[in-house]
T-cell receptor, first 114, second 113 residues
Framework: GENVEQHPSTLSVQEGDSAVIKCTYSDSASNYFPWYKQELGKRPQLIIDIRSNVGEKKDQRIAVTLNKTAKHFSLHITETQPEDSAVYFCAAPEYGGSQGNLIFGKGTKLSVKP | KAGVTQTPRYLIKTRGQQVTLSCSPISGHRSVSWYQQTPGQGLQFLFEYFSETQRNKGNFPGRFSGRQFSNSRSEMNVSTLELGDSALYLC????????????FGQGTRLTVV
């Protein structure tokens, strides 16, 4: 099965700075990599995802990069704001996506200080 | 359309009891996955159902079981509850589960005393 490692476990930045969270995965058959944001007391919600046919994807202040050779992908948040404070999870599909579940990293708690 | 709905939102049970949690997926979604969330352990996969069949199972003891009905609603059951089963249980639905967006419910917070 898939194994996803996520670093760092906690990240503290000043408002306006950039934040980067990195994940590695083990199954070379994986081809879909979503990122979820979970605010305190709320459900995880998808913020961006990338498929293996692209190397980078941007959505306003959020971007994700993928390096299939090295089997790692990263989340980049620019111009951070206090409302970006949350736990972020990366994920990859198990068995190349042939079944429906995702394997998640252990999460990164991002704190943005005003 | 309505999102993923989990019931109940909160449960308090005693060690040794059993519990059943329910998940209603988004209309048209056929895949339902269940996850256990505890502090420091992230989201751990329990099992996934598609068209009433369990397609995959995580590394949890046999006390954890589930099923899916013909309308795609899913239930999970935990028997002989232990203190360590206290957690937030989340379900997620997707169209077919194959590399498509998974939408999470609000979760059921289970406390075992």
């Amino acid at each position: 099965g898939e194994n996803v490692e996520q670093h760092p476990s906690t990240l503290s930045v000043q408002e306006g700075d950039s934040a980067v969270i990195k994940c590695t995965y083990s199954d070379s058959a994986s081809n879909y990599f979503p990122w979820y944001k979970q605010e305190l007391g709320k459900r995880p919600q998808l913020i961006i995802d990338i498929r293996s046919n692209v190397g980078e994807k941007k959505d306003q202040r959020i971007a994700v990069t993928l390096n299939k050779t090295a089997k790692h992908f990263s989340l980049h948040i620019t111009e951070t704001q206090p409302e970006d404070s949350a736990v972020y999870f990366c994920a990859a599909p198990e068995y190349g996506g042939s079944q429906g579940n995702l394997i998640f990293g252990k999460g990164t708690k991002l704190s943005v200080k005003p | 359309k309505a999102g993923v709905t989990q019931t109940p939102r909160y449960l308090i049970k005693t060690r040794g009891q059993q519990v059943t949690l329910s998940c209603s997926p988004i209309s048209g979604h056929r895949s339902v996955s269940w996850y256990q969330q505890t502090p420091g352990q992230g989201l751990q996969f329990l099992f996934e159902y598609f068209s009433e069949t369990q397609r995959n199972k995580g590394n949890f003891p046999g006390r954890f079981s589930g099923r899916q009905f013909s309308n795609s609603r899913s239930e999970m059951n935990v028997s002989t509850l232990e203190l360590g089963d206290s957690a937030l249980y989340l379900c997620a639905s997707s169209l077919d589960g194959q590399n498509t967006e998974a939408f999470f419910g609000q979760g059921t917070r289970l406390t075992v005393v």
